[in-house]
């Protein structure tokens, strides 16, 4: 069965940068969708970025403009590229492909 394992989860400083990467088992190139979600402590999961077949992406207003989700379906990768990172940006971070597919999750903190 497909799976996907994220990467790049770190504990940065606010204003800071970081990639996240997620891999998947199987191809991409078919897969409408991908996405990354979030979930913050106590909060619900959230997508925070989307990405079609056609590479047009949607972005939650929250990173917007801050945020850049990418895909290399040669190499079956998603990316999602964070600058100027703020605390409230602290979560588990998942990549998913709909309806069912999801990563297990890397933890991104931003703290001093």
């Known amino acids: 069965q497909v799976q996907l394992v994220e990467s790049g989860g770190d504990l940065v400083q606010p204003g800071g940068s970081l990639t996240l990467s997620c891999k998947s088992s199987?191809?991409?190139?078919?897969?409408?969708?991908m996405a990354w979600y979030r979930q913050a402590p106590g909060k619900e999961r959230n997508m925070v970025a989307r990405?079609?077949?056609?590479?047009?992406?949607s972005y939650a207003e929250s990173v917007q403009g801050r945020f850049a989700i990418s895909r290399d379906n040669a190499k079956n990768m998603v990316y999602l590229a964070m600058n100027s990172l703020k605390p409230e940006d602290t979560a588990v971070y998942y990549c998913?492909?709909?309806?069912?597919?999801w990563g297990q999750g890397t933890q991104v903190t931003v703290s001093s």
């Open positions: 998913h492909i709909p309806p069912h597919i």
């Open positions: 199987r191809s991409i190139t078919n897969s409408f969708d």
């Open positions: 990405i079609n077949s056609g590479g047009s992406t």
